[in-house]
């Protein structure tokens, strides 16, 4: 199949899930056409059957803002035109869904037909999706795709909920190439801690939503009973106030900020324990990833969370904001070696089931139950 797929380039969840899916469907010997401002971040050009076309936009003075939609479903009609694309899947509905409808719309006249899979990720619904200024076109390109999905079941009541939506939403979640996460005997643990401590990581892109404040507050709390570090993987405007925190707490010489990295997965496996106390997460990849690396979650049960980490198996789920909860829950788990190694391999297996292997399947039948040809 020639397959389109239109995503944010940035490290964020929703691109990353579309990159892997379209390499891996490259793989599999389909032709997979990525439609973006930038090259995605985890995107690989050099596996065949990779294209990306880069979305330009042109600078006009008149312009506050410049018609980036415009150009996306411009790009769009010339990409299947050219190319002769089967369907084409577009990651977060804003403004991707409303562009893929034009583009259906401009292809129809030429009758061109190019079905649109719209798959919602989390915050093109329950942060931004919903706002007044968006959601009356958000609502009618959701309902005017040919097949919607969800990340989670979570999200998809939040899109029932919050829209009204006429089609069915089919759940597909996401997923990880787990292999890439087994151990591999390279050990960077003393990179970042001395043997007896425990090492806890948390990895986002720092936004409000993320509650990085709580993290620290967490790690406060668990540092004065357990030997620890804290790794922070990640950029965001979130940033600035953690360091006053972790001033505050003269946490300096035990925190450490990595920034973006390439070899996540290095960090991943030495680490004990994954912190994620979103406000809001349909799904939670980040948490999935360090699940799959054998690291137990403590988390808020925000959204999707909990159709991931697994309460009192693969980690702890608590309320959004407990502070008190999350931290009592870490600290018993570093405390008892047993039962961290217990969740450890909890974690691990549970992530299995979010493996490539069974996720994708899911996604290419979709892809042959939709092709226009
Ligand atoms: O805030 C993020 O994590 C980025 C955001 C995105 O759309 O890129 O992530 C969303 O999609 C991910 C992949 O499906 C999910 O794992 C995240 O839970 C979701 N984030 C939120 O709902 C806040």
């Known amino acids: 199949m020639k397959i389109g797929i239109v995503c944010y380039p940035t490290y964020g969840g929703s691109g990353i899930v579309a990159t892997e899916l379209g390499m891996e469907m490259a793989k599999k010997g389909h032709q997979v056409h990525f439609i973006s401002y930038s090259l995605p971040a985890r995107l690989d050009?050099?596996?065949p059957n990779i294209t990306f076309h880069q979305v330009n936009i042109q600078e006009y003075d008149?312009?506050?803002y410049q018609p980036y939609s415009l150009a996306l479903s411009t790009l769009m009609v010339d990409i299947a035109e050219r190319f002769g694309l089967d369907l084409i899947h577009v990651h977060y509905a804003i403004p991707h869904a409303y562009a893929a409808y034009i583009a259906r719309q401009i292809l129809k006249e030429k009758?061109?037909?190019l079905p649109i899979i719209t798959t919602l990720h989390g915050t093109d619904i329950t942060l931004v999706g919903q706002h007044p200024v968006y959601k009356s076109a958000v609502e009618f390109s959701i309902n005017q795709s040919d097949v919607v999905t969800t990340v989670s079941e979570s999200?998809?009541?939040d899109t029932y909920r919050v829209f009204n939506i006429k089609k069915d939403i089919k759940v597909i979640p996401n997923f990880i190439d787990t292999h890439l996460y087994q151990p591999n005997g390279s050990c960077l643990r003393t990179n970042f801690a001395e043997p007896d401590e425990k090492i806890l990581i948390h990895v986002s892109n720092l936004r409000k939503v993320k509650r990085i404040t709580d993290?620290?507050?967490i790690f406060n709390k668990v540092q004065k009973s357990v030997q620890s570090k804290l790794i922070i993987v990640g950029e965001g405007p979130e940033w600035e106030n953690a360091i006053q925190l972790i001033q505050k707490y003269k946490l300096e010489k035990m925190v450490r900020n990595v920034g973006k990295v390439k070899n996540?997965?290095?960090?991943?496996k030495v680490s004990d324990l994954f912190l994620l106390p979103s406000e809001q997460e349909s799904f939670g990849l980040a948490a999935l990833e360090a699940m799959a690396a054998g690291v137990p979650v403590i988390s808020?049960?925000?959204g999707g969370i909990p159709e991931v980490n697994v309460d009192g198996e693969t980690g702890y789920v608590s309320n959004v904001g407990d502070i008190?909860?999350?931290a009592g829950y870490a600290i018993s788990l570093l405390t008892n070696e047993s039962l961290l190694a217990q969740f450890k391999s909890n974690a691990r297996a549970h992530a299995n089931k979010f493996s490539l292997e069974n996720i994708l399947p899911l996604y290419e039948q979709l892809y042959k139950e939709n092709s226009s040809s």
Request: charge should be negative.
């Open 300 to 302: 808020s049960n925000a």
């Open 45 to 47: 050009v050099t596996i």
């Open 111 to 113: 009758n061109i037909e």
């Open 62 to 64: 008149l312009f506050h």
């Open 215 to 217: 993290v620290i507050e």
């Open 324 to 326: 008190e909860s999350m």
């Open 264 to 268: 996540l997965t290095h960090i991943l």
């Open 155 to 157: 999200l998809k009541k």
